[in-house]
């Protein structure tokens, strides 16, 4: 199978270039950019390209469809979706990792303005296995998730699929590295203002909120108001939620952690750590592992729930590559079993 | 006035010593440690005493009242309370920074165990200045208030005192640096441990917790439940809190600011934030600064309050300090100007 | 092929976990430990181990014979040569990955003391196949480089082998990461004495300094001088080697440059930078792969020689498995294709 | 004594606001700066104006002699030099933090091109103390020292003054925080740039290395060559210096230790490490202090010399104003007291 990475020299394009190195049934086939077109990715990412051998080409649908079967997208959400009709149009599969495709034409419009094309809306299949599997073995136009709400919609699931949460609100208070920033300069990616301390932003309102939202409700008996609030951690990789989730009356314990085992233990990638045990960024970095723990805190009727992934790859390219896999009928796991290497 | 520091090799009495360097009438007058007995000083804290004029002397009641007019303790919470006993009987004014006096009896007991000398437990003004100012002129014994509840209290005071807050719970997600653990040799302490991520810790329940609803009940109209999750991270100072507490009926954007400004704006160490600034551990390392910010979420009827401080400043010996300031008649603000120099 | 690891709770023999893991020909069939005897590996390193399978044995020569055909050890040089001796008698393969066959006899002894099996010392063949790929071949003990002297091995030994350097001296200046300080509690390598600084350590001597001159001398027409200054950086993975050699009479940058790519090219590990680009820890980390790069000082007559390793992976398990994939026959890279996921 | 800061929205303009706050003969009259001109000094450095009392002006010579008798110029050498010529014409003293006045005119010329007021050169003093300190009362034009200069001369300038240091070569490989690149937004200053490695940069030639080679060849018996590296650490401040010189003949540790002493006992912030402990940057950080350790290599006939400073102080603006306060007559450590908040 033949693919194509645009964006190739943004942090979530070259993130699918390593995994598309690893991968035993994906031939990477061409490489795009916009200001970078006729760069060596050596230039860009010297360890993705040892032996120089890749160059970016101007980005267009149909030089795309000339080389490729399957492109994948990281790009802003704009041009993405553009791009995406145009590719799908000349019979090109597309992962699309911003958020064009990942709400409901309503919904997207309220956060994100007019959509480009909302004929496509539609048919984009959310690229969240762990929720959406079935839908996925053919899908011609994948989204992946965001980064936060992978990490949080995967955290919280478990319970309200269980229904043990009673109605109300959800409290997410996330962690992320600095690659969650892309790749372009910016002074709020500057060392000296990213080192030493832990910074709240977008507290005002983050727009992973809304589809936070969309995801949990469906899961939940009744709308879930979600409170979201990310920070910016002095590490490259990893997001640590923290979800404060209203207990139904009744729940325990020992509710929470069959749940949390229910949904976990058969899915290649969800591990319900043991009790004791936290979940760890530096463990899942460069993996497609998702870290679950659960404490119910039966003095104030919350469940406790912490989940690790890492940004780049379970929370975008590597999650996306997972739905890919499942689309193209692959192993799931194929191009993904790397171990972390931050550990020990 | 003389003082001595007891338990001067741990990380909170090296920093007392730093603020006493830099104090106009403070002078130091004895150090004390246990195993650390016998060591010179700069042994441990080579930067605290360039010029080796300090040694550390074995620990008794009689030793430090020879020297000292007051003493500060920095010892585990048994041991400091008998020690603060026998002192006050010899006539030394005592600042403790461990939990031995912050809270009341009964609550002390259920929390930490028998206190070795509950008589003493009522004698004692909680030092936080911005609560407690006035109990302070003329005290002998000094409870340093605990670090997560001094970043926490000062966070969310502003809105309980001023009725803005509905009842209910608060949840407090707070993020600490690596000096909170103290300078023991530990496991969770090592870098490899700590690199990379960020770690919660004790979420099934932290002895901080009641210290904190305990202070802010005393401000909400009926008690306040509260639930405290701590999060290791990988820089060396600083409590970066996020405090999300539910509105009162009506209560907006503008309420919350007012409120903020009139908490703070007389305040030495109280920073209100301007809007869209978030606080910043880097800024207040090494000071005995307070940074708050409130954002009104309207959505989810939730005041989301952050505030930064350093731990081992104004979370134990500046915020310690500055309440001895105030007992002994000096300026509040003696030997705690200066700014961090995390920043640039 | 059934491989055990010795030593699996430290980094080192933690490391080889890893990289087994992903290699298509080893099976791992047994782990032993010393005091982690008996424990889950998950214990140790829950990423390592998510479906909890894996038990640390208690080590025995006897008990590693039944289960493997080569055994990994990562164990202080002392009682690492014993069980090695031991192993050999009981037909198993060995790859030590400390010290104890590094050296010569008489260099050993002067610098570790007396050796428990000398007898064995001529036999072990050292691991480092840019040097000695054609005694590899059926070799039954293979001796692991040092992580510092694979560094700056590698990165002097272009030049020397090409008769570039003038007699004299080596000045090394090598800086590396905590790992190397093994996986033992210590105080060291406790965060607040590890971060914001980079600390210069063992300047009166360090056991390397032999293992390096050994390496280069051998590759001079005459002994050369070592000087090797370690320093300790706040980060987890990788050895950047700053070396200094004295050009040999009319030596220049076309010359340095030539000789750098006549060694490495035909090396599956090994890469010239192109001019500009200096060696990055962050690229090779969790890689077998290693950046030099070399600038020509006419003013001072030095090569400034820049190389950037793993150390646990290139510089300890990594390279010895790529020893060991030639000693077995295997294709050299076997196991260790990964890409660094620290970049981006 | 009215002092301006110029430049006052960089880091060495904003090192010195912080130590002016401090200063108790220094009042602040005035903040200058180019783009920035008409913000308030709080949106740059929050910290560092919590009463949001200033202003950054326009910079023009009228405007700066207008408040100030002294001005300290934070900008590139090139406007510096024009500034201060103007400045003093009007009566206004100059510390320049730019690389303007530092050279002897030729050795200028020659790495910075042409200076725009040759004929200011001779009267500019060096501002380092501790080897011009009888030159700098009375003076009108302080050149401050570069960071690496300082690092540098004042480890060696012990060990070249007393003559034990044989003809030929220093090679300092030197390490230092990412504040040496200042404030302006780069893509080399990039969180993930700069994190998890240590960057050599510029090893082709380095401004700084005529600086190093002229201070230290008058200190020499004969001209000496400089090699000098810099590398970037992932630590926001602090310059360790690693110097290698060779030995006199029939110098010894003891010769070393003595001249180390000698040179630094009598100096307020100098200090000889005591055998065995290297020098720490988070020990410096934020203080003018600077820690000196020598080790003798009698294996190599190396001096193995190593010193720490905090870039921004000692470094730059720190270093000034020591040799300001010597210039007016103040106690040289003025506004220099402050401990290193960063340890414990």
């Known amino acids: 199978m033949r693919i194509a990475v645009v964006g190739a020299s943004g942090f979530t394009g070259a993130e699918m270039l390593r995994l598309i190195a690893g991968h035993p049934q994906l031939e990477l086939s061409g490489l795009f950019g916009a200001s970078s077109a006729g760069d060596p990715l050596a230039q860009h990412y010297p360890g993705l390209d040892r032996k120089n051998r890749h160059q970016l080409q101007a980005t267009s649908a149909e030089a795309v469809a000339q080389v490729a079967d399957w492109a994948v997208l990281g790009l802003p959400h704009g041009s993405s979706a553009r791009l995406a009709a145009e590719l799908l149009e000349l ?17 997207y419009t309220e956060h994100y303005g007019d959509h480009p094309c909302p004929e496509l809306m539609g048919s984009a299949v959310y690229g969240l296995p762990e929720l959406h599997r079935q839908k996925l073995p053919g899908a011609r136009l994948i989204a992946g998730p965001g980064c936060f709400p992978t990490g949080v919609t995967l955290a919280c699931a478990p319970f309200l699929q269980a229904g043990l949460i009673a109605e109300g609100l959800l409290i997410a208070d996330c962690k992320t590295g600095v690659t969650g920033a892309g790749a372009k300069l ?20 983050h727009r992973h909120t809304p589809e936070i ?13 979600v409170r979201f609030t990310p920070h910016l951690l002095p590490i490259r990789r990893g997001i640590l939620s923290t979800c404060y989730l209203p207990l139904a009356a009744g729940v325990g314990a020992k509710d929470l952690r069959l749940a949390l085992h229910e949904f976990c233990d058969d899915e290649p990638f969800l591990h319900a750590l043991p ?3 936290q979940p760890n960024l530096a463990r899942v970095a460069g993996t497609n592992e998702v870290e679950i723990q659960v404490v119910c805190d039966e003095q104030t009727g919350l469940a406790v729930i912490t989940s690790a992934i890492d940004n780049l790859c379970k929370g975008s390219s590597g999650g996306a590559l ?3 896999n499942i689309a193209l009928g692959f192993d799931e796991g194929a191009g993904l079993s790397g171990l972390s290497a931050t550990l020990p």
Chains 1, 2, 3, 4 share one sequence.
């Open 275 to 277: 009790s004791g045990l």
């Open 322 to 324: 997972q739905a890919l």
């Open 91 to 107: 019979g090109v599969g597309v992962v699309d990792l911003s958020a064009s495709f990942r709400l409901p034409a309503a919904l």
């Open 186 to 205: 910016a002074s709020g990616s500057q060392f000296c203002r990213v080192a030493d301390t832990i910074m709240p932003y977008k507290v005002e309102g």
């Open 213 to 225: 939202a969309h995801n949990l409700s469906a899961l939940a008996k009744s709308p879930l108001k």
